[in-house]
């Protein structure tokens, strides 16, 4: 196991009904707050105006900023710190999805900065303070809700970057899973295609291959995922399966999974965050096809995990080690499959004359994260194997 | 899955030679600590020289309260309390296993706190204030260098009690697993048992039967703290068995195996209380006797999850589920005695005749818990699987 910090101070109120706690649990923060919401969902679901209800009822404030589109955009983030600043608020409720959360967390970082808030995406500035965030989740996806991360979009420059710091952790997320009952099937297995693939990044990538338990931790949050979204598969208002599917995906992204594994690189975020940077295609759809591309390029290093996860999730047995590392591969894309999860270029609409756009985007990012074998040549070798 | 809360704040800082940051890491929360050690180790081995050196190189004054017992007595915590108010101090750093931990704990309740710090122990007043509390952890066993809970036992009255509050998380805890090298059989082995017997509280005592991810997580705890005690019994002094213990341990009872299990009433453990009240036996020994009677009595009513347990961890899958789950319990009793662990009273020297008394006892605590099945005839009931 490899030396790590594992801090995590998000308070997390799980179950169905939470909602309602939001306003008292929002007032030591602040009575004025900013509410980010959304383009659609949360006014159609009516959680929109449960949120506004239990905060009026405890007697918060709340200026209202919504339409957050999915792959979220720094222009919005900018408005939204501009009329946070404006209006003198004092902390974010975001009501939503990992988009939503994404956005209030980069105002949150903003609002204390007098440059552009962008710099913090560049790395030419470090989020020091940031004000309280909290979350009423409605997505069961990107731990967003969880961890001290952001992944936001430059229209201007085709970046989809990310930002992090101690001070964005959510104070406090509600994970009310009767808030995922109505998110339609494709989204569902997008959220959980999304969680999947991050605890599989540090699975595969991590630097020591001796850590049993985060190993174990890995395969049982697969599992369980696999088995959530097998119940939602046939009925997506399934309450038990919905609360499954959601406190996996928190678990698969807070820290906890790559906690002894070294530094994990998330190569596979790396590339998928230039799809839909440049298609706009959901994050969910993008990762169904590059993880299995990923996989299958790099399934001489990583052969033994390959192997081990082909045993433990898809009970793959048979064969050499080899045999099974790509009989596991194979399963992982069948079962994206059978989700009805893109896993070519060509379900996305995107064709391989694309391929080298794609690559010297995805390599701003890869220098970013020093992800320094990651050439533009081998990312589009990569994405070859993603073609046919 | 039940609804639950999910909240920890304490930063574990996990690594070979990481000891050395204490001082730099306990200078935010003050520069004068109280350093709470134990009898011996931490002298003999130099750990404690080590602290000493780091505090007083980040320019940390330090006021040394060594003496911890194992099973820590109140009598010691009202002491370091009147020293911590007399010396003006700031914050508590304590080097040592969970009897340290939960002493410094006491301490950091009882400093702001008028009246007697048993109280909060009584249930008589709730722990809202504390002082700061860092860590440097010798001993994989307890959790509480993850968590907010402490037991001390009161001579007096001979009653071993909790208290808890979330101003009781400690702020940093540093898990260097170097500092657990010179551990010796004994305790190694009842440090194991300690964090098996916490995972599996909540894994056999939930109230919700549809908890598949807890349940592997816990599956997942216990076989790779088997994995590195098994290990350890050959070389007591290997960094990466050590490491594995050490995580394991704490990820063992810092919130996660409970969450979404509803309320877990950790039975095992309120038992085995009494018996090292009354007879100042090590903790893991105790559990060795209880939690295989516990299991024996319970059979009937946990035989689907202890069927499942001797499956997943003790690959016993023959038979009906009733073999199965008395096949688990077997096994886990012959995994205990291949540690050398105490499985019988008489192990720890306790007669069939001591059995009211420590009814009697555990009756107070079960009160307390508010276990209400356990009455005194259940409990010696349990506690005569115990003998033969």
Redo the contacts between chains.
């Keep these: 196991?490899?030396?790590?910090?594992?801090?995590?101070?998000?308070?997390?109120?799980?179950?169905?009904g939470?909602t309602t706690l939001i306003g008292e649990l929002t007032r030591p923060y602040g009575r004025r707050v900013l509410l980010v919401y959304g383009r659609e969902s949360a006014q159609r679901t009516g959680l929109l105006a449960r949120v506004k209800a239990s905060l009026a009822a405890a007697g918060v404030e709340s200026t209202e900023c919504g339409g957050v589109k999915s792959n979220p955009v720094v222009s919005f983030v900018r408005a939204a710190i501009n009329l946070f600043r404006h209006q003198r608020l004092e902390a974010i409720v975001a009501v939503g999805g990992g988009s939503v959360v994404d956005t209030a967390k980069a105002v949150a970082a903003g609002v204390h900065y007098e440059g552009d808030v962008w710099d913090f995406f560049k790395g030419q500035a470090k989020v020091e303070r940031a004000v309280p965030v909290l979350v009423v989740l409605s997505l069961a996806a990107t731990a967003s809700e969880m961890n001290d991360g952001a992944v936001i979009t430059n229209e201007a420059t085709r970046q989809k970057f990310g930002l992090g710091g101690e001070a964005l952790f959510p104070k406090v997320s509600i994970l009310d899973p009767l808030n995922t009952l109505s998110v339609p099937k494709t989204y569902t297995m997008y959220g959980a295609v999304d969680a999947i693939v991050h605890a599989l990044e540090g699975y595969f990538s991590g630097q020591d291959p001796?850590t049993?338990?985060q190993d174990?931790?890995v395969?049982?949050?697969v599992?369980?995922t696999m088995?959530a979204v097998k119940v939602l598969g046939r009925d997506l208002s399934h309450p038990?399966a919905r609360?499954?599917l959601m406190?996996?995906a928190t678990?698969a992204l807070n820290g906890?999974t790559t906690?002894?594994v070294g530094p994990a690189g998330y190569p596979m975020h790396m590339i998928e965050h230039s799809l839909s940077a440049l298609y706009d295609i959901p994050h969910g759809a993008g990762l169904g096809v590059v993880a299995p591309a990923w996989m299958r390029y790099q399934s001489a290093r990583i052969r033994p995990k390959l192997a081990r996860f082909a045993e433990r999730v898809f009970r793959c047995a048979e064969g050499t080690e080899d045999e099974r590392a790509w009989a596991g591969i194979d399963a992982f894309e069948g079962w994206l499959r059978s989700l009805e999860v893109p896993t070519r270029l060509r379900d996305v609409r995107i064709s391989e004359s694309d391929i080298p756009r794609i690559a010297g985007n995805a390599l701003m990012l890869a220098r970013k994260w020093d992800l320094t074998e990651y050439s533009a040549g081998v990312i589009s070798k990569i994405l070859r194997f993603a073609l046919d």
Tied chains: 1, 2.
């Design positions: 196991m490899k030396e790590f910090v594992f801090f995590n101070p998000t308070r997390v109120v799980f179950g169905e939470k001796r049993p338990f174990r931790l395969e049982s949050l599992l369980t088995e038990e609360a499954e406190w996996c678990l906890l906690a002894g």
